[in-house]
């Protein structure tokens, strides 16, 4: 096990369990002591935790992880996802994508489409609107791509830009589709996210799209978080994978939503 994933392991378990200790954590990961110990000091230098004298404790009341320490969360279901979604897109289009790992995973998907390689005589191949500043970063050097990045305030925990400049930029966009990552989707409650600020971001993209797409592992099916984005009959189709349960599935169906499980 790499350092860089025994720090994913360990921030996982911390979020899971509230608070880590040593040697449990040592027997866990099957290392010693001493690396857990110098992992949770690394970790803590980071701001990503707080150093007890047994061990750690979630830094701060509210906890996100943030967007480096996330990639390998149920990896091989975006992998999948992704791949999905771009096939969705037509060449020329003007697409919109939010930040998250898994957005994050289509627009890699997107560059490695060997239809986008190039772009026909005096237009780009695609036009990318984002306010995901990794996402920007990784397709700004596709020459065939046209990258379209908001201004705003950035958010460490997920590269997004949010705040008034960057919603006024996005009100004065077109998209064709708007690939959204979300922290929920509910049949019932719509799509959400933690965070006011993306959420109100998210919406506004939405509001701007022809069609909407949410890209969505299983687990964050028929469950709810703090801050809506949007009603379930504004989402024209969700690509998730298998996990999905039948019963879910046919809820979002019934709503109007396409359901691809990929």
Known sequence: MTRKER??????????????????????LGVSAATIRRDLDQLAEQQLLVRTRGGAVLHGVS????LRYRTSRRAAEKGRISETVAALIVPGEVIG???????????RALAARPDLATGSTGSPALTVVTNALNIAGELVIRPQFKIVLTGGVARPQSYELTGPLAMQVL?????????????????????????????????????????????ADSSKLGVRAFARIVSTDAVD??????????????????????????
């Open 97 to 107: 994508l939010t930040g998250g790992t898994t957005t994050t995973e289509v627009a």
């Open 63 to 66: 906890y996100e992880l943030p």
């Open 171 to 215: 009100g004065q966009l077109s998209v064709d589709t708007a690939v959204v990552g979300v922290d929920a989707f509910d049949p019932a409650d719509g799509a959400a996210t933690r965070h006011e600020d993306e959420a109100a971001m998210n919406r506004l993209l939405c509001e701007r799209a022809r069609r909407v797409v949410i890209a």
């Open 7 to 28: 720090w994913q392991t360990l921030l996982d378990l911390l979020v899971e369990r509230g608070e880590l200790e040593v040697e449990p954590a040592a027997e866990a």
């Open 237 to 262: 189709v969700l690509v998730t994978d298998t996990g999905l349960s039948p019963s879910v599935a046919e809820a979002f169906e019934a709503a109007g939503v396409e359901v691809i499980r990929a």
